[in-house]
């Protein structure tokens, strides 16, 4: 059964600093996926890691894939407010066709 | 991008009754997937809905509980059927369509 393991499960910041959330899981995965979900919002995709060492970067947001580890970060440089949510990864693993199995998720606090 | 609609949004309902949630989706799509996210918890994907075959159903997940329709490409149909409060949650459909899929609104259910 595939496992996957994020952490912290709670994050509390303030505005300018950085952060890492990590994201493990237990098999052989052909896509790492992050996700970001608003209070009483759906998923919004942010980023699709496909090989590893991938790394992808929007605004504030960097997310890195090691496969050989099987961890995914999510790292956060100078947080501000706008960035609080609650943020999951999630893993396809090979074959399963977009079936996706999700971290408890990591709910993200930016205090001004 | 793939614009998802879900009905109802929300709904509040008694104990052995059943509720039907549509999902709708503005493009053809092959592949739609069900998905319940418990109150403060991550998603589990319960089954895969294909047209014109019978859905696929995760580990946990039964038709007779969760029976799905997919009449055509563009929509689908999750029943929870002979509901009890442990099914209240929210319900999410997605789409596979570009990385990450999407995912519709949900549909928050609350059984009394």
């Known amino acids: 059964e595939l496992k996957v393991e994020q952490n912290p499960l709670f994050l509390s910041m303030q505005e300018g600093k950085n952060y890492t959330i990590y994201c493990n899981y237990s098999?052989?995965?052909?896509?790492l996926y992050w996700y970001r979900q608003d209070p009483g919002k759906s998923l919004e995709s942010l980023f699709v890691?496909?090989?590893?060492?991938a790394v992808k970067q929007e605004g504030r947001l960097m997310a890195s894939l090691d496969t050989k580890a099987r961890l995914s970060t999510l790292h956060i440089t100078a947080a501000v407010h706008d960035l609080s949510a609650t943020y999951f990864c999630?893993?396809?693993?090979?074959?399963?066709?977009?079936?996706?199995?999700f971290g408890k998720g990591t709910l993200l606090t930016v205090n001004p | 991008s793939a614009v998802i609609s879900q009905k109802p949004s929300r709904d509040i309902c008694q104990r052995g009754t059943s509720l039907t949630i549509q999902c709708q989706v503005d493009?053809?799509?092959?592949?739609m997937f069900w998905y319940r996210q418990q109150p403060g918890q991550s998603l589990t994907l319960i089954a895969t809905?294909?047209?014109?075959?019978?859905?696929?159903?995760e580990s946990g997940f039964v038709i007779d509980k969760f029976p799905i329709s997919r009449p055509n490409l563009t929509f689908s149909t999750l029943t929870v059927s002979n509901m009890s409060p442990e099914d209240s949650s929210i319900y999410l459909c997605?789409?596979?369509?570009?990385?990450?899929?999407?995912f519709g609104p949900g549909t928050r259910l609350l059984v009394l």
């Open positions: 997605s789409v596979e369509e570009g990385p990450g899929g999407y």
């Open positions: 098999t052989t995965s052909d896509r």
């Open positions: 890691l496909l090989s590893n060492g």
């Open positions: 999630a893993v396809e693993p090979g074959g399963s066709n977009y079936k996706l199995t």
């Open positions: 493009s053809q799509v092959t592949m």
């Open positions: 809905a294909n047209q014109g075959s019978e859905a696929t159903y």
